[in-house]
């Protein structure tokens, strides 16, 4: 693995990644041919994804890891070429090389094809949603020291697509809880807290209201953290008060695991904490596959723009470098981020600043490429 970290050289990436059109394609940094690369499935989304994702492939390669990205189009713009949003050929890329990159792809609300992010999870079990939310220098919020980590059931709940009409003028949405799935996140909740010395699990549920459904889960999360006693705090809290302690007191805060829509709702709240979506990611992790992508949505009226802010997809790439055991290369990728929110010169228009989303990019780069490697 290199040491030292390269320059990439600006504007390769757009040119190929322009290119890009047949299905599985695949491109390296320049400066990694003939080495063990990492292969990484990347689904450029669409709305301001493709952009971000262009942005975040330039920093990682930045980082000296070696990657090998494979390009797969999901969403609308799969739709025109192979008449669905999410074609056999995305999956099977994501099921080969175990790791993918994401940009957020649009849902149609009310009508049109499901989501695809909610089919790419249930389709490779990705079950965990992990998403962090950290203060950081510089950017105004009501808080400096928010540390929270959102554990968010990723297959079931709401989320698992039964609705239907009763009569004209009544629907019904099934809201499925199963004690497998709600132990499976609670473990992986309590195991992320034990390997990232963490002091505290929360259980978030509405169990005296459904006292079946969110009673299960809150009775799996119970007989989890059993299993965690003397080494892990555990505790639990109804969804509403949850979401008024986290806008009151969050630093009380410090791994939440939620049911699926809650998980949804709550991550987004953690985000405002810190300073929005712009700088919130995400990574939905499974036994045999893991999909990194921000928090937020496709956020069309941006796109193609060059407007955007990248830091939450970068981010998502840190801890993508993490999953694959590069922590320090991930670190310094964060810090590097960090350093040029806290500088301030060079950040996009969310932030209160007006650089463009290549541009801070390439600050980014600049920061690694000048510090010297840690490993
Ligand atoms: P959104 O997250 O796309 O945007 C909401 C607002 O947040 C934007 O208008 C913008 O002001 C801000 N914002 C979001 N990302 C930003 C960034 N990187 N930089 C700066 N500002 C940013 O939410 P939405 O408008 O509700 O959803 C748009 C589409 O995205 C919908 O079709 C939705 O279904 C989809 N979506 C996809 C994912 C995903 O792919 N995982 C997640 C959420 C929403």
């Known amino acids: 693995m290199p040491m030292v970290p390269r320059r990439v050289a600006r504007g390769t990436i757009s040119e190929r990644s322009a290119t890009l ?16 690369a990492h292969r990484v499935t990347l689904i450029p989304g669409d709305g301001i994804g493709p952009e971000l994702a262009e942005a975040t492939c330039r920093v990682l390669d930045a980082t000296g890891v070696d990657f090998e990205w494979e390009s797969v189009e999901a969403g609308e713009a799969a739709i025109e070429q192979y008449g669905t949003p999410l074609p ?91 004690r497998y799935a709600s132990e499976r996140i609670a473990r992986f909740a309590f195991d992320y807290a034990v390997a990232n010395g963490r002091r505290k699990v929360t259980a978030v549920h509405k169990a005296n209201i459904m006292k079946l459904s969110d009673g299960l889960f809150l009775e799996s999360c119970r007989t989890v953290a059993a299993d965690y006693d003397g080494r892990i705090e555990f ?32 991550s987004d709240l953690a985000a405002g904490l810190v300073g929005g979506l712009g ?61 040029v929110i806290a500088e301030a010169t060079t950040i996009t228009y969310d932030l209160g600043g007006t650089a463009g989303t290549a541009a801070f990019a390439d600050a980014i780069i600049d920061r690694l490429t000048a510090a010297p490697a840690v490993r």
């Not at 047949?22 to 063990?36: C, D, K, L």
């Open 88 to 178: 056999d050929h995305v999956l099977e890329s994501v099921k080969r090389n175990k790791v993918a990159l994401k940009g957020p792809i649009t849902t149609p609300v009310g009508s049109g094809f499901r989501s695809v992010n909610v089919s790419l999870r249930q389709a490779l079990d990705l079950y965990a949603n992990l998403r962090p939310a950290r203060s950081m220098k510089g950017l105004e919020t009501r808080y400096e020291n928010v540390d929270l980590i959102i554990v968010r059931e990723n297959t079931e709940d709401l989320y698992a697509g039964i609705e239907h009409m009763v009569g004209r003028d009544a629907a019904e949405s099934i809201k499925i809880i199963t």
């Open 21 to 36: 059109a047949s299905p599985g394609e695949v491109w390296r940094n320049a400066a990694t041919i003939g080495r063990m």
């Open 235 to 266: 505790e639990d809290r109804i969804v509403d008060n949850m979401c008024m302690q986290l806008v009151q007191k969050p630093e009380l805060y410090d791994v939440l695991v939620l049911p699926n829509l809650y998980g949804d709702i709550v």
């Open 279 to 339: 700088v919130a990611p995400g990574a939905n992790i499974g036994t045999e596959a893991a999909v990194f992508e921000p928090v937020h949505g496709s956020a069309p009226k941006y796109a193609g723009l060059d407007k955007a802010n990248p830091t939450a997809m970068i981010l998502s790439g840190a801890l993508m470098l993490r999953h694959l055991g590069y922590p320090d290369e991930a670190t310094r990728l964060e810090m590097a981020v960090r350093d």
